[in-house]
């Protein structure tokens, strides 16, 4: 697979991927102005005072941050939203609260977002303080003689401290052993007090806020948000875009993943491993245009099928196939339409052609040609006697075909639909009507029925020189094409190539054969057009001598 292969869905859907782009980025910049600015405060509370000692304990570190975890929940329940919304006065607390304990921290932070300043700012100093009332050392009002008592050890342990130092410094400049005992007892005695008086310093500071692990405090202020924090609506708006480029270009892949029609002569290649001989651009289905070779032939289209007839000239330069056979996987493919211009090029080329119609289900030549029915393949069959003189079967074909408005093009309609096409096509009688024609025509062209729809075709396919199988792109699918390929080869047809019919200008197929608007001329004139002289005459020596002309 080329590389520009991986880019056709894209280049293919590229209206859609364009719109969703431009719908997702226009709806994001509208959504974006509806929005009203939002303001954001935060306050932030501390556990305990481990974070104030200089030599914490691993256990204070771990009861701190579990306790901050535990406040974190009673945060978050209504008792205390409501407390909040009541002290406030408010009808409704703002949706975006956010409470969380920082990671690996005894750290509560308090985050309020909200489109009023000052109604973020209230909420989130009011929900910590409510924390704030609900720990322990805050319910209890402060006790003045505690206070009181913890100044006066304060004051007893730094005086002891200092008689300490003063007695330690006396006994180095003792040299009495009875002034050194007693000096060394007195030392004792006020170690013993110094502890005393730290060890019931330190249990009155734990019952009080001061020294007790769980208390909350405020480490930071609600603070008042002057800017709004509302997201950069640029980059709203690309990454908007973004999303529905990348949804809009999966969804082009996805389609065409899911897509099993054929649309390129690559794929036609790698399904069958048969060349794309042409690629025919999309025709009208009316009957006035279905045959562009007749009323439009300098058209681009016509060139396409001029480009089909050599390439089936050169299939088989040393034996030309002469009898082709030209038909489809399913109805509606363009099988008839491709036949009949490719019999109008052949013969506008100075080839004598002949043009059957054997879809004995379902003709169109007559219709397409404007020319009566009443007699045809059908009854040409019938009438057919292999043992006659040359002369009496060159009188009965030329009374069953029909002349055309096309120099050198003869039509052999279908005549009335028989009740056992598939017999009378495989017939001997068959073989040796063709064997007739052949002598009288440079080339016979059968359009058949379709392959998948019923057995004519693979048939008569085994009567004819050649078969070419006719594609629609776009709405042909693989499965049929492979099965199509597979039922004519199971019978040894001589499948010389595809056409890719019915390409559109958007269609992936079409730059590969449509690179001009008007086609190659000289002198005003289109060379293709002329039939007769030394290019029928060079042509037709192809065949390996003049051939007769029909009478």
């Given at each position: 697979m080329e590389i520009r292969e991986y880019f056709t869905p894209l280049l293919k859907w590229w209206w859609l991927i364009v719109s969703a782009t431009l719908v997702a980025g226009i709806s994001s910049f509208w959504a974006t102005q509806q929005q009203p600015d939002v303001y954001r405060s935060t306050t932030a509370l501390m556990i305990g005072n481990a974070i104030e000692n200089p030599n914490p304990s691993n256990n204070d570190l771990y009861i701190t941050q579990q306790l901050a975890a535990g406040y974190v929940n009673l945060a978050n329940r209504a008792s205390v939203r409501n407390d909040a919304l009541e002290a406030l006065g408010?009808?409704?607390?703002?949706?975006?609260?956010?409470?969380?304990?920082?990671?690996?921290?005894?750290?509560?932070?308090?985050?309020?977002?909200?489109?009023?300043?000052?109604?973020?700012?209230?909420?989130?100093?009011?929900?910590?303080?409510?924390?704030?009332?609900?720990?322990?050392t805050s319910q209890a009002e402060e006790n003045t003689f505690v206070n009181e008592l913890l100044s006066n050890y304060e004051t007893a342990i730094v005086e002891t401290r200092d008689q300490l130092a003063a007695k330690q410094e006396e006994l180095g400049n003792l040299t009495s052993a009875r002034d050194i005992a007693r000096a060394q007892t007195e030392i004792a005695e006020m170690e013993s007090s110094l502890r005393t008086l730290e060890t019931n310093y330190t249990t009155l500071?734990?019952?009080?806020?001061?020294?007790?692990?769980?208390?909350?405090?405020?480490?930071?202020?609600?603070?008042?948000?002057?800017?709004?924090?509302?997201?950069?609506?640029?980059?709203?708006?690309?990454?908007?875009?973004?999303?529905?480029?990348?949804?809009?270009?999966?969804?082009a892949y996805i389609m065409e993943y899911l897509d099993d029609t054929i649309k390129t002569e690559n794929v036609v290649m790698k399904l069958t491993e048969l060349p794309t001989l042409a690629g025919i651009a999309d025709i009208k289905s009316d009957e006035n245009h279905r045959l562009v070779t007749i009323s439009h032939p300098r058209a681009p289209v016509s060139e396409a099928f001029r480009i089909l007839r050599t390439g089936i000239q050169y299939t088989s330069v040393d034996n030309p196939n002469r009898s082709l056979l030209i038909t489809s996987s399913i109805p509606g493919e363009g099988k008839s339409t491709t036949s009949a211009n490719l019999a109008v090029v052949l013969a506008q080329a100075g080839f004598n052609v002949l043009l059957i119609d054997s879809d004995l289900r379902l003709p169109s030549q007559h219709e397409m040609f404007d020319l009566?029915?009443?007699?045809?393949?059908?009854?040409?069959?019938?009438?057919?006697?292999?043992?006659?003189?040359?002369?009496?079967?060159?009188?009965?074909?030329?009374?069953?075909?029909?002349?055309?408005?096309?120099?050198?093009?003869?039509?052999?309609?279908?005549?009335?639909?028989?009740?056992?096409?598939?017999?009378?096509?495989?017939?001997?009688?068959?073989?040796?009507?063709?064997?007739?024609?052949?002598?009288?025509?440079?080339?016979?062209?059968?359009?058949?029925?379709?392959?998948?729809?019923?057995?004519?075709?693979?048939?008569?396919?085994?009567?004819?020189?050649?078969?070419?199988?006719?594609?629609?792109?776009?709405?042909?699918?693989?499965?049929?094409?492979?099965?199509?390929?597979?039922?004519?080869?199971?019978?040894?047809?001589?499948?010389?190539?595809?056409?890719?019919?019915?390409?559109?200008?958007?269609?992936?197929?079409?730059?590969?054969?449509?690179y001009y608007k008007e086609p190659y001329q000289a002198d005003g004139k289109d060379v293709h057009s002329n039939g007769t002289g030394e290019t029928g005459k060079l042509r037709r020596r192809l065949l390996g001598g003049e051939t007769k002309k029909a009478v």
């Open positions: 408010l009808d409704r607390l703002p949706k975006d609260i956010v409470v969380r304990q920082l990671t690996g921290t005894n750290i509560i932070e308090i985050i309020v977002t909200d489109t009023d300043q000052a109604r973020a700012q209230a909420v989130a100093a009011e929900l910590a303080r409510q924390l704030v009332l609900r720990s322990p500071l734990a019952s009080t806020e001061q020294g007790a692990t769980n208390t909350v405090q405020i480490i930071e202020n609600a603070n008042f948000p002057y800017n709004p924090v509302n997201p950069n609506p640029l980059i709203t708006i690309i990454i908007a875009s973004g999303i529905g480029f990348v949804l809009s270009a999966s969804a009566p029915n009443k007699r045809g393949l059908t009854n040409l069959l019938l009438d057919f006697d292999a043992t006659k003189r040359e002369e009496e079967i060159r009188l009965l074909i030329n009374d069953s075909v029909q002349s055309t408005r096309v120099e050198g093009l003869q039509l052999l309609t279908s005549g009335l639909i028989p009740p056992n096409p598939s017999e009378l096509l495989g017939s001997k009688k068959m073989k040796m009507l063709l064997d007739a024609l052949l002598k009288q025509y440079d080339y016979v062209i059968f359009d058949s029925p379709p392959v998948l729809s019923v057995t004519d075709a693979v048939i008569l396919s085994t009567q004819v020189d050649a078969a070419l199988l006719v594609i629609r792109a776009n709405k042909s699918r693989k499965g049929q094409l492979k099965q199509s390929v597979k039922q004519l080869g199971e019978v040894r047809t001589n499948l010389i190539g595809c056409v890719l019919n019915s390409l559109s200008p958007k269609s992936q197929g079409y730059s590969a054969y449509y």
